[in-house]
Nanobody
Framework: QVQLVESGGDVVQPGGSLRLSCAAS????????TGWYRQSPGKQRQLVAY????????TYADSVKGRFTISKDNAQNTMYLQMNSLKPEDTAVYYC??????????????WGQGTQVTVSS
């Protein structure tokens, strides 16, 4: 099955920027609506941004709107999340996946290891 590998997480100061990458073992980005999720301790996994298979529509959670930008390169089987003006509340493990159902955050593939983003002074 498809494997997903997230990378790019780091420890940054508030107001800083990071660019996360999601590499897939198959051509999933041209076939599925895909997105970035995050999970912090004690919280359920939350969809923060997604992009349609054709790349023509992007949607963001209110908490990140205006600060994060989702994009992808179908040819390289890679999706990105540009994160600007980072806040401590953005601290979480970030995951990517293909979206199966929005209401339950059901996805098509097994979760990867995620990449840790820590925003602190």
């Amino acid at each position: 099955q498809v494997q997903l590998v997230e990378s790019g997480g780091d420890v940054v100061q508030p107001g800083g920027s990071l660019r996360l990458s999601c590499a897939a073992s198959g051509n999933i980005f041209r076939l599925y609506t895909t997105g970035w999720y995050r999970q912090s301790p004690g919280k359920q996994r939350q969809l923060v941004a997604y992009i349609t298979s054709d790349g023509r529509r992007t949607t963001y959670a209110d908490s990140v709107k205006g600060r994060f930008t989702i994009s992808k390169d179908n040819a390289q089987n890679t999706m990105y999340l540009q994160m600007n003006s980072l806040k401590p509340e953005d601290t979480a493990v970030y995951y990517c996946n293909a979206i199966r159902a929005f209401q339950s955050d059901a996805v098509f593939f097994n979760w990867g290891q995620g990449t840790q983003v820590t925003v602190s002074s």
